[in-house]
């Protein structure tokens, strides 16, 4: 089972026992533990992954945090978990304290749903009082689940995380912002939109209170626009390949249901096998459809790496170039997608530029 399969099989068993965890105790035990266990570590090994780890702070000697990560006897990674029932908010503080007084470039504080990531991104040795990454396992996005990888213990790459932990808290944050004005926009945020060329006339409150509904239906109705223009853009670009296998005299079957071959499966993991040295193996999946059998990046339907017709009478790979032209390719056997390992290879390197 892959990284990602076993974190969504977690994310989906913390939702059905979530509440029947009463303690700390068993948060721990039963959601923390595990959850580091995906990642690769050893929790029973108290080298690898200590219990109560005493970090002293000041005066105070004895002050443990709840689990330290180790590499080469020292820590790296700080972890402070609460009960599930409880939110998160000032909770951080105990970890604040523990931070400077350790090695440890990252430190994680947790509730066994939420997981939030700290770093010294403003300051050297001293935590942020902001996470640079937070995921919640009831509430799990594909994108976290590529970052989160790069904790794993067989991939961790301490400068590598550092350099894309300021990038990811500060596309966090303004994530943030732009969800409260796009939800509620502010009143400074409405004089800025009506100074645009908009409403020339003194921008009184009582101009502001007249557009504000104005100017959030707007951006409602943009987004919207958005999203409708990337749906019917995957939606042309599947009719188009409908079109071309007619078009080179195609059957195409017409049928209530998509039924996934062995073959299909089984062409899939070729690809996957040419691929997986060249861009992270993660990323391709497929999409089955009446039509044709695709090969994805990113499970993304605009970014096709090939289609594949696979037919008792007849095989077909079929893809794409840069001036959206498409090639065909006749196959005998499945073996034979290793001869066009290079052109696979160059159209999956293009889109994870």
Same mark, same amino acid.
């Given at each position: 089972?892959?990284?990602?399969?076993?974190?969504?099989?977690?994310?989906?068993?913390?939702?059905?026992?979530?509440?029947?965890?009463?303690?700390?105790?068993?948060?721990?035990?039963?959601?923390?533990?595990?959850?580091?266990?995906?990642?690769?570590?050893?929790?029973? @090994?108290?080298?690898?992954?200590?219990?109560?780890?005493?970090?002293?702070?000041?005066?105070?000697?004895?002050?443990?945090?709840?689990?330290?990560?180790?590499?080469?006897?020292?820590?790296?990674?700080?972890?402070?978990?609460?009960?599930?029932?409880?939110?998160?908010?000032?909770?951080?503080?105990?970890?604040?304290?523990?931070?400077?007084?350790?090695?440890?470039?990252?430190?994680?504080?947790?509730?066994?749903?939420?997981?939030?990531?700290?770093? &010294?991104?403003?300051?050297?040795?001293?935590?942020?009082?902001?996470?640079?990454?937070?995921?919640?396992?009831?509430?799990?996005?594909?994108?976290?689940?590529?970052?989160?990888?790069?904790?794993?213990?067989?991939?961790?790459?301490?400068?590598?995380?550092?350099?894309?932990?300021?990038?990811?808290?500060?596309?966090?944050?303004?994530?943030?912002?732009?969800?409260?004005?796009?939800?509620?926009?502010?009143?400074?945020?409405?004089?800025? $939109?009506?100074?645009?060329?908009?409403?020339?006339?003194?921008? %009184?409150?009582?101009?502001?209170?007249?557009?504000?509904?104005?100017?959030?239906?707007?951006?409602?109705?943009?987004?919207?626009?958005?999203? @409708?223009?990337?749906?019917?853009?995957?939606?042309?670009?599947?009719?188009?390949?409908?079109?071309?296998?007619?078009?080179?005299?195609?059957?195409?079957?017409?049928?209530?249901?998509?039924?996934?071959?062995?073959?299909? $499966?089984?062409?899939?993991?070729?690809?996957?096998?040419?691929?997986?040295?060249?861009?992270?193996?993660?990323?391709?999946?497929?999409?089955? %459809?009446?039509?044709?059998?695709? $090969?994805?990046? &990113? @499970?993304?339907?605009?970014?096709?790496?090939? #289609?594949?017709?696979? #037919?008792?009478?007849?095989?077909?790979?079929?893809?794409?170039?840069?001036?959206?032209?498409?090639?065909?390719?006749?196959?005998?056997?499945? &073996?034979?997608?290793?001869?066009?390992?290079?052109?696979?290879?160059?159209?999956?390197?293009?889109?994870?530029?």
């Amino acid at each position: 089972m892959t990284f990602e399969e076993q974190i969504k099989s977690f994310a989906e068993r913390a939702k059905s026992i979530k509440t029947s965890i009463a303690t700390e105790e068993a948060t721990k035990t039963s959601l923390v533990m595990p959850f580091f266990q995906i990642l690769g570590y050893d929790v029973f @090994n108290p080298n690898e992954f200590t219990p109560e780890y005493v970090a002293d702070v000041g005066i105070k000697k004895g002050e443990k945090v709840d689990y330290a990560i180790l590499q080469n006897k020292k820590p790296v990674i700080l972890i402070e978990a609460k009960s599930i029932k409880e939110a998160l908010t000032n909770h951080d503080s105990q970890l604040f304290r523990y931070f400077g007084t350790t090695t440890a470039k990252f430190a994680i504080l947790t509730n066994g749903a939420v997981y939030r990531f700290y770093t &010294d991104l403003d300051e050297p040795n001293k935590m942020d009082n902001t996470p640079f990454l937070e995921i919640d396992v009831l509430d799990l996005k594909e994108p976290q689940i590529q970052e989160l990888k790069k904790f794993c213990k067989d991939c961790f790459d301490l400068n590598k995380i550092i350099d894309t932990a300021s990038e990811l808290k500060y596309l966090g944050l303004i994530r943030n912002v732009l969800k409260d004005i796009f939800s509620n926009p502010s009143d400074a945020y409405v004089r800025f $939109i009506l100074g645009c060329g908009v409403f020339e006339s003194p921008k %009184t409150q009582s101009v502001v209170d007249k557009f504000k509904p104005l100017v959030k239906k707007s951006i409602s109705a943009y987004i919207n626009e958005l999203v @409708n223009e990337k749906i019917q853009t995957a939606l042309k670009t599947d009719e188009d390949q409908e079109k071309t296998l007619k078009e080179q005299g195609v059957e195409l079957e017409d049928t209530a249901h998509t039924v996934t071959t062995e073959s299909e $499966i089984e062409a899939y993991y070729i690809v996957k096998s040419i691929l997986r040295n060249h861009i992270d193996s993660s990323l391709i999946t497929y999409k089955d %459809t009446q039509s044709y059998f695709g $090969i994805l990046f &990113d @499970n993304k339907v605009t970014k096709w790496i090939c #289609r594949l017709y696979l #037919r008792d009478r007849a095989m077909f790979m079929y893809m794409q170039d840069e001036n959206k032209e498409f090639s065909k390719y006749p196959i005998t056997k499945l &073996d034979d997608l290793y001869k066009h390992s290079d052109i696979l290879v160059k159209k999956a390197m293009s889109f994870s530029k």
